[in-house]
């Protein structure tokens, strides 16, 4: 009798013993309790075994952890923590629901657990910024934009005021993959320059990846803007706007089916042209864009979503011309979930850019563009606490038009001319695994094989040993070769083709609590070229496809980090520093013709590039009094030196600074909340000079004055700085209310400098003295727009 009980109690111990060291999964989804917006980045802790996960672009999140009882936290910033306690004795399919905080409540306040999962993590270079931080900074006339807001953040510049794209860590803006809902965008500026393409209502998710950039990316060498756009509202409907003095937004989003599915539908337009007549001015510049979103929860297992965007800039002068040009895109995507661990996204895009022009004093109409048609297929796969795995798979087809011209009337005397269109396919597959090592080492490595097809034209032109640019010996130039005939090729030829693979690297070793250092090593194959010999982009540019005679670029970067968290939190401090070359960065010979040239080989050279650079960040996350300190002290370079040793190579074959280069480049950026209706913030910028290249001397040829030049970007325009205040009043800050307003008053370049957008020289025609003449863009600009939502 004893020897039975002695058996079933060894028999019992065995079951706990054995059950207490099965592992169970707890996954889900954690989305807004208001709006059903799944949300992104939401940390999922486990204070006792210091252990944890995040939810993905998507709100997935997954974690296995022994039998037992656990104290969960989920904390994410803007929202009330939640704890609760879980037994797990299986597996468990588990969703949250975040309750927006406010400050009246007595909120649970997020602790410094949350920051340990990110000095832990081996991700580094990675910037993100919030909407609502971004609706706090002033702006420009008003206007909340995403790209300027990006530009405060250290390794991030632009070539100044009114230039289109950004700059990332001494790299050009071509180099820039900007996603939106995973949807290239081409041209991210309206207004030549003056504003973002993003409409900030529409946006959810923020990231900019500068360095140590996932697998998953790829087709760019400098860095990667991720953005989403939210899913809709799926409980109840709400809109809105707001009113600026040159343009106006709406959205409206709501439930098409409560808590399956919903819509969102966002327009915004500027409106300042329509004043113009007012001054007897009969030009036209104005923008629109429209952003929609439809979500459907299939299941629990199956969700798939539409996003799509819309926009177009027209630009009209007089009877003159008319300029039109802008993006589109649409992407379906299917998320699915084949088990608790493994999560995948299936997306179907279409992104697209056109450029048109009407020049109606010369009776001919020219358009240019660029689509592509993309699917791709990504995995995330959950394998355990300490591994996890993200693989897949994408295509690309691209067909490009550099430029046809069409004559308006019969009488024009034009005939119609089509510049040979291009077409290529990029193909990439990779895989990327995050692994924790020991509770001090975590690593992330993984790789990404990409190969570009160039394929088949109805002519390409073939040169003497494969030679498109000759040397002259004599005049020391470079110039266009003569074609020695031309070869046709049908679209499903290969003219040529590349292949690369592209490793990833990272490493996290944490000294302490609240310290880790991080380095981090890319290599990024680019096989996308914009044509442009301006120091920023516009949308006249022409992308062109690496082939016969233009090669792919290859950026290889290193970086460095130190990162610290201070006093619970309250401030966090990072320090990286960074090392990049890029090899085939594509330079022009002197007098190179970029617009409407069938053979752009003939004005192409392949050069190198470099860049190195030390960032600070020093963030102060908590308190009325929030903001941050940024500086980068940064080269950026570029040198395309002679084929052969005959040749003397652009600029004497000596490193240049790029357009983009700026040793200094220091921003502080604050916001004081006073109280529920009044808060402040402000910018100040202090940068180096953008580089120039100016006259340093002259001479006369046959009674011509003829300027001779420095060397190449060896000058510099003056110093940039200025200062920006803006002030948010919220009459009635009372969340009960149906309706809520905010007035927003801004003040951009406060103290009126007038920042130098080019020096040009000119013989003044009193003195018969060569004068330097500075153009200023912006001086001083106030602002006031209304805000509200219902």
Known sequence: MHIKRILIFFLLCSSLLLKAQEKFTLSGTITDSQSNETLIGVNIIVPNLQSGTMTNEYGFYSITLPYGAYKIQISYLGYTTILETIELNSDLSKNFKLIESIENLNEVVITEDVEKLNIKNPQMSVNALSIKTIKNMPVILGEVDIIKSITLLPGVTNAGESSSG??????????????????????????????????????????????????????????????????????????????GLISSRLLAEGPIKKDKSSFLLAGRSSYAHLFLPLFDLDNVAYFYDLNTKLSYRLNNNNSVFLSAYFGRDVFELADSFENTYGNAVVNFRWNHLFSDKLFSNLSLIYSGYYYGLKLDFVEFDWESGIRNFNIKYDFKHYISNSFRLEYGLNSIYYKFNPGEINPTTESSGI????????????????????????????????MRFSTFLRLGQDEINIYENNNPVLFNEDLGIYEKANPISTQNYSKKDVIKSFANIEPRLAIAYQLNDNTSIKASYNRMSQYLHLLSNTSSPTPLDVWTPSGKYVKPQLLDQVALGYFKTLKNNKF??????????????????????????????????????????????????????????????????????????????????????TAFDKTHDISLTGSYKLNTKWSFSSNFL???????????????????????????????????HRLDLAVNYNPNPDSSKKFIGEWVFGIYNVYNRRNAASISFRENRITGTNEAVRLAIFGIVPSVSYNFKF
């Open 166 to 243: 950004f700059n990332v860590r001494g790299g050009a803006a071509d180099q820039n993959l900007i996603l939106l809902d995973e949807a290239t965008i081409f041209n991210s500026s309206h207004l030549f320059g003056f504003f973002s393409v993003f409409n900030p209502d529409a946006i959810k998710d923020i990231k900019l990846y500068k360095g140590g950039i996932p697998a998953k990316y790829g087709g760019r060498a400098s860095s990667v803007l991720d953005i989403y756009q939210k899913e809709g509202n799926s409980n109840e409907f709400h809109m809105n706007g707001g009113i």
């Open 415 to 446: 005939n119609p001319f089509k510049l040979i269109d291009k077409y290529a396919f990029e193909n990439a597959v990779y895989i990327d695994a995050e692994h924790k090592l020991s509770n001090k080492l975590s690593v992330g490595y993984g």
């Open 572 to 657: 966090s401090l990072e320090i990286e520093s960074f090392f990049k070359t890029i090899k085939n960065r594509i330079d022009y010979i002197n007098g190179a013709n970029l617009i409407a040239n069938n053979a752009i080989e003939q004005v192409i050279l392949n050069g190198e590039a470099r860049a190195y650079g030390l960032e600070i960040l020093l963030r102060k996350n908590e308190g009325k009094l929030k903001g941050w300190f940024a500086y980068t002290l940064s080269k950026s370079e570029q040198r395309t030196p002679g084929r052969i040793a005959t040749e003397t190579g652009i600029n004497n074959s000596e490193w240049y600074n």
């Open 686 to 720: 202090v940068q180096t000079g953008q580089p120039a290249t100016f006259p340093n001397g002259q001479y006369q040829y046959n009674s011509i004055v003829i300027p001779s030049f420095e060397a190449r970007n060896s000058g510099r325009l003056p110093s940039y």
